[in-house]
């Protein structure tokens, strides 16, 4: 879930050809509730600078409801340190940068 296709059909790219099923897309923080909600994926990669909702307020309604699933998993182009407040309190099993994406990262956080 991210505003930037470019980003989107990279992370797709590099998800698929390290083994993940994209289940979806969503560009805003309104339509990535409403995917997950739809999909139920196990996993959920979500940018944290979204035009509408931002990424924490998403997470936090993905996760509202308890349970295992879905592994809200953060991103951004932006430092780990100008969230660091917020990522503690968050629901998110944790933050990749995006220029450290890989299955390795998101395995580590997703479980």
């Known amino acids: 879930m ?4 470019g980003f989107r059909t990279f ?3 590099l998800l698929e050809a390290e083994g993940f099923d994209v289940v979806g897309e969503a560009e805003d923080g309104a339509s990535a509730v ?3 909600e739809r999909l139920d994926p196990q996993i959920v990669l979500l940018d ?4 509408d909702l931002d990424g924490f307020e998403v997470c936090a309604r993905l996760t509202e409801r308890g349970g295992e699933r879905p592994a809200v998993i953060l991103t951004s182009s932006r430092d780990a340190t100008v969230y ?8 998110a099993r944790g933050f990749i940068p995006k220029d450290r994406l890989s299955r ?4 580590a956080l997703a479980g």
Do not use: E, K, Y
Request: net charge neutral; glycine share 4%; no cysteine.
């Open 84 to 91: 660091a407040d917020r990522l503690g309190r968050s629901a």
């Open 48 to 51: 944290i600078v979204l035009p």
């Open 34 to 36: 409403f995917a997950a």
């Open 11 to 13: 992370a797709r790219a």
């Open 104 to 107: 390795t990262a998101l395995m």
């Open 2 to 5: 991210d505003d930037h296709a």
